[in-house]
């Protein structure tokens, strides 16, 4: 017997994510409520300067009550492509557009209680082409060598998740440039 769902019910539906709630037949053939979180999936990016610094930004995440150094990253809107999505974010946080974004990998955020599907790019060839900021984003861009931002993420002074498997998944591609 597999996972079979019963009866779904919308509970919430917000700016940025709907929450459900599924009842699951189990394999076991026990029922239970599972909340899902629903999101149209979003990019996170792994922004290469021309001297081979990557770019982050700092933000305040209330969810966290911190300051976080993040890659740039934002949720995709209806009809646009994780690439379309890629190159708008980047501007809107860095204020640089990509030359050059190269898809290097995808991952569930949070498969557990979340659909949040993210796609990472690598950007290079940056040139200026700032766009407007969402009005609740107040973001410090912020540029650091590979090899720090490599140790920042071993020593645990970066806990972004999304940032943490961007670098590992663009790690290949980073390899070619200056440390």
């Given at each position: 017997m597999a996972f079979e769902?019963?009866?779904?019910?919308i509970?919430?539906?917000?700016?940025?994510?709907?929450i459900r709630r599924d009842e699951v037949?189990?394999?076991?053939g026990r029922t239970t409520n599972l909340d899902i979180v629903e999101h149209h999936g979003s990019v996170v990016i792994v922004p290469i300067d021309p001297e081979?610094?990557?770019?982050f930004v700092r933000q305040y995440r209330h969810a966290a009550g911190l300051s976080l150094l993040e890659l740039p990253a934002?949720?995709?809107?209806?009809?646009?492509?994780?690439l379309e999505c890629a190159q708008r974010e980047i501007r809107e946080e860095t204020g640089y557009a990509a030359g050059k974004l190269e898809r290097v990998g995808q991952f569930y955020l949070a498969p557990g209680y979340s659909t949040e599907y993210m796609v990472v790019f690598v950007a290079e060839d940056l040139h200026s082409a700032p766009l407007n900021a969402d009005a609740d984003e107040f973001l410090q861009v912020e540029r650091?060598?590979?090899?720090?931002a490599l140790d920042w993420a071993a020593s645990?002074?970066?806990p972004d998740a999304k940032s943490l498997a961007a670098l590992y998944l663009?790690?290949?591609?980073?390899?070619s440039i200056k440390r």
């Open positions: 769902c019963l009866r779904s019910e509970i919430y539906r917000g700016r940025a994510f709907t037949r189990l394999p076991d081979g610094n990557l770019i934002g949720v995709i809107e209806p009809g646009e492509s994780p650091m060598s590979l090899t720090a645990g002074k970066m663009a790690s290949p591609r980073l390899k």
